[in-house]
């Protein structure tokens, strides 16, 4: 082929194709129909509007995709999504909600079809006058963890009105709390912005920003891209507000681990919550779960996890717990938002539930006596014939008794034993129990041995989320050791060990030099 022939060929392959295609694989929307029917619909409804068996038990409710109004997007609030944010969705999950990851439990292709039957749902999805385009995100800034970035934020958290709904340190429990419903008409928590791991569109800074530029559509969260345009704020304010949101959080997700390590100290152990001790012990994360074998079942607990610290001083364990809770039980200021919860969340009374002043507990729970191998009371609360020694505390009257469940209907007090001190500090509960690890009554209370692993698991209820009996927040089954003091062999051995070394080495190298002079001598 001549030079000349070849630019041709170029020429009109690039009048063709002036630019790369980039195509969407195939889509099959009755493929897609076969895998809602079988993983979706029994959250989202035979026809999409949200209402499937298990969406009475949810909350927040599932999607609604009939009226195409999406949370979790790229585009501008009041547009619809892109396939992308979609896609992102299903693959990934809505951290916080019901909604699981679905990569690697379908196929590519799976996962493909089914976001296009969803879309089938609204007529919006075809209305070919809809330009669904993603929003154009500036790069992050830098130096976002720097004192006057994060000042920079927390000025803009407290002017735009962030504070309202998501309180003055960022819980959930800001004055507007109480009355935030979405467009449904569904009441709707505030996001606890101490946990980042649990916001559904990403808990990093940048997606963070995302939501600030976007909105979520269908709650009371707005976008704030037009205070930009107004020159209210600048992109970059808006970045430090979203990296100061972020520094409310761990800088990662914690680790659930199985041990909670109880270090020895020489003095007393603390009973205030807010000793300066507990500042250096370490905090370990234990998430709950609603309790949902008994009658009567709770699908939607308001605690999501709690934080534990364990210290003691070879006589007395001081057990420190704490959690996000966004009122201070009972509060009057809440009994609406409990009806509109109570009436939300599908239960199993067989009167129509009301809303009442129930105070905030927590439980820790442990084994009468510390098993020899594996086997543990039934985890939830015990039974009649195998109870569990449990410390309880409750905030109305404010009080901490120890005693024996036997099942979640019945709770024997014991006399004495265990002393609990709490404080309640924009939206979270410090609680301290303290008792000695040995008591008299060896045959129900658990006699705390150093060096055992100790069975323990936690409970919480909400009071203001109508939270009480068996409609309450549980864990599994995790340890306690009591760390012993390392005894002062553990540190001087090795050291004599290696004086001993170092001296024979130098025992060795000194003949070594002797030898060498004298036959030099010779």
């Excluded at 070849?6 to 790369?20: N, W």
């Excluded at 501008?76 to 909600?97: H, K």
């Excluded at 001190?421 to 509960?429: K, L, S, T, V």
Aim: net charge neutral; aromatic share 10%; charged share 20%.
């Amino acid at each position: 082929m001549t030079a000349s022939r070849a630019g041709l060929a170029l020429f009109l392959a690039l009048v063709r194709f002036p630019f790369p295609v980039s195509r969407l694989p195939a889509q099959d929307t009755t493929k897609g129909k076969a895998v809602y029917v079988k993983w979706c619909a029994g959250c989202h409804g035979d026809g999409g509007a949200g209402d499937g068996p298990a969406a009475a038990h949810m909350l927040p409710r599932p999607r609604n995709f009939t009226g195409a109004v999406y949370k979790i997007r790229t585009t501008a609030s009041g547009q619809l999504p892109t396939d992308a944010d979609l896609m992102r969705a299903i693959d990934d999950g809505l951290f916080g909600s019901a909604m699981p990851a679905w990569k690697g439990r379908l196929s590519d292709a799976e996962r493909r079809d089914v976001a296009a039957y969803i879309k089938t749902f609204s007529s919006f999805f075809a209305d070919t006058s809809q330009h669904v385009a993603a929003l154009k995100f500036s790069s992050e800034p830098s130096g976002g963890t720097g004192a006057t970035a994060l000042k920079t934020g927390r000025q803009f958290y407290d002017s735009i009105g962030c504070r309202k709904c998501h309180g003055d340190q960022g819980r959930g429990d800001g004055p507007s709390a109480p009355t935030l419903k979405d467009d449904a008409g569904f009441p709707i928590f505030a996001a606890d912005l101490h946990q980042s791991w649990r916001f559904r569109g990403g808990g990093g800074a940048g997606d963070i920003y995302h939501r600030l530029r976007t909105g979520l559509d269908g709650t009371p969260m707005p976008s704030f891209s037009d205070l930009i345009d107004q020159k209210f704020l600048t992109d970059e304010q808006l970045w430090r507000l979203a990296q100061y949101v972020r520094s409310l959080s761990p800088l990662e997700p914690p680790e659930v681990q199985d041990v909670i390590h109880a270090p020895q100290i020489a003095g007393p152990v603390p009973a205030s919550p807010d000793d300066s001790v507990w500042g250096r012990v370490g905090r370990y994360w234990f998430p709950l779960v609603g309790q949902v074998i008994r009658k009567s079942r709770w699908f939607a607990p308001a605690v999501s996890g709690v934080w534990v610290q364990a210290l003691h001083d070879g006589h007395t364990l001081a057990l420190r717990v704490s959690w996000d809770d966004r009122t201070q039980s009972p509060d009057s200021a809440w009994l609406g938002f409990e009806q509109r919860v109570l009436e939300t969340v599908a239960g199993e009374d067989s009167a129509s539930p009301k809303a009442e002043p129930w105070p905030d507990q927590l439980a820790v729970q442990f084994p009468r006596h510390i098993p020899d191998g594996m086997e543990r009371p039934y985890f939830l609360m015990g039974s009649e014939t195998d109870p569990v020694y449990q410390w309880r505390w409750t905030s109305s009257p404010r009080k901490s008794v120890a005693g024996l469940a036997r099942g979640s209907e019945r709770f024997d007090t014991l006399p004495g034993a265990v002393a609990g001190q709490a404080r309640f500090d924009h939206g979270e509960w410090r609680l301290v129990f303290t008792r000695a690890l040995a008591t008299p009554d060896t045959a129900n209370e658990v006699q705390l041995e150093a060096g055992r692993a100790i069975p323990v698991a936690f409970f919480a209820w909400d009071g203001s989320s109508g939270e009480h009996g068996s409609r309450m927040a549980v864990s599994t089954w995790y340890f306690l050791a009591l760390d012993r003091p390392t005894p002062p062999g553990v540190f001087i051995s090795p050291v004599l060990a290696m004086l001993v070394t170092l001296g024979l080495g130098l025992v060795v190298i000194r003949r070594a030099q002797r030898r060498g002079t004298a036959r030099v001598g010779r």
